[in-house]
């Protein structure tokens, strides 16, 4: 089992910035892909950005040149840094880890982007 705490949403304005922290406890296996979802009402959740233990990322488009994520695998946190926010990025953010098969997912935490 893995657990992941979530951190760091709140209420900004357009153009602000944002950084979301996840730290995963409990059963951490040394390769593995953490990442960041978002979901809108109704819609789809859909990834915002992910990074493997190699360092690897990938992000959506809309978001590339504007949100950094990284990780620190000495405290098993991954974050999420969002500059030149919009109000279209507002969502409620899920932490994600992945390891094979295994899937693990946060509380989630609100961003909203006001204009």
């Known amino acids: 089992q893995v657990q992941l705490a979530e951190s760091g949403g709140g209420l900004v304005q357009s153009g602000g910035s944002l950084r979301l922290s996840c730290t995963a406890s409990?059963?951490?296996?040394?390769?593995?892909?953490m990442g960041w979802y978002r979901q809108a009402p109704g819609k789809q959740r859909e990834l915002v950005a992910s990074?493997?233990?190699?360092?690897?990322?990938n992000y959506r488009d809309s978001v590339k040149g504007r949100f950094t994520i990284s990780r620190d695998d000495a405290k098993n946190t991954v974050y999420l840094q969002m500059d030149s926010l919009k109000p279209e990025d507002t969502a409620v953010y899920y932490c994600?880890?992945?390891?094979?098969?295994?899937?693990?997912w946060g509380q989630g935490t609100q961003v909203t982007v006001s204009s």
């Open positions: 409990g059963n951490i296996a040394s390769l593995n892909t």
């Open positions: 994600n880890y992945q390891y094979v098969i295994w899937n693990y």
């Open positions: 990074i493997h233990s190699s360092g690897t990322t």
